[in-house]
């Protein structure tokens, strides 16, 4: 039995500093991350699997989504038959939304959405990932920023997710459409390279 005591405090000499690292994600509720069993891409040459995000295909509404400044659901489609529907979001100059909690680990590398200016070419759309630290500091990584050239409908480039997750926790992400911008989103998509 001393020995059993002894071992298990040698083992947690080595476990707690691990779990107390710089940069793991709290995960309170114990999340886990769904299976992607998607090829949304696969048309722009991108074979990876993706999960949709809880809401991303702005149908069924955002559930535990966050709009302000005039950001708003509204009547469209993208065209690009990744998935149908009659709904996109709206996000307007000085607009931001911050979508519900998704459970991802480390495997989620990158994510991707659909989306089109409604402006001038040359608009940015700011995207920010979201999660709390295992002290519970609210973490902001980012901006990522994602322009286009044309005003016509189409994938994003991947946005890299750069949390630094110890295995899986609740992360939201935040669109931002900067002042000078004017954007539509439709079906957003977290991509796990190493889950299928």
């Known amino acids: 039995m001393k020995t059993l005591v002894a071992a298990t405090a040698v083992l947690a000499l080595f476990i707690t500093?691990?779990?107390?690292?710089s940069g793991v994600?709290?995960?309170?509720?114990?999340?886990?991350?769904?299976?992607?069993?998607?090829?949304?891409?696969?048309?722009w040459a991108d074979a990876g699997f993706y999960v949709?995000?809880?809401?991303?295909?702005?149908?069924?509404?955002l559930k535990g989504w966050t709009l302000s400044g005039g950001?708003?659901?509204v009547a469209g489609d993208d065209g690009l038959g990744v998935r149908g529907g009659s709904k996109v979001l709206s996000l307007p100059a000085g607009a931001t939304v911050t979508t519900s909690p998704i459970c991802i680990d480390e495997t989620f590398t990158h994510a991707r959405v659909l989306a089109r200016s409604t402006v001038a070419a040359g608009s940015?759309?700011?995207?920010?990932?979201l999660y709390t630290d295992s002290k519970g500091v609210s973490v902001v990584k980012g901006s990522k920023s994602y322009a286009?050239?044309?005003?016509?409908?189409?994938?994003?480039?991947?946005?890299?997710?750069d949390a630094k997750l110890a295995g899986a926790a609740p992360v939201q992400f935040?669109?931002?459409?900067?002042k000078t911008s004017s954007w539509q989103l439709d079906d957003f998509y977290v991509d796990p390279r190493a889950r299928g």
């Not at 949709?52 to 509404?61: C, K, N, V």
């Not at 286009?148 to 994003?156: F, I, L, Q, Y």
């Open 148 to 161: 286009v050239k044309t005003s016509a409908w189409a994938p994003s480039t991947d946005l890299n997710i």
């Open 25 to 43: 994600v709290a995960n309170p509720k114990n999340c886990t991350p769904m299976a992607a069993l998607e090829h949304p891409f696969a048309r």
């Open 174 to 178: 935040r669109f931002t459409a900067p």
């Open 124 to 129: 940015t759309l700011n995207v920010d990932v």
């Open 17 to 21: 500093p691990a779990a107390q690292a």
């Open 71 to 73: 950001a708003a659901v």
């Open 52 to 61: 949709l995000h809880p809401g991303g295909d702005m149908e069924t509404g």
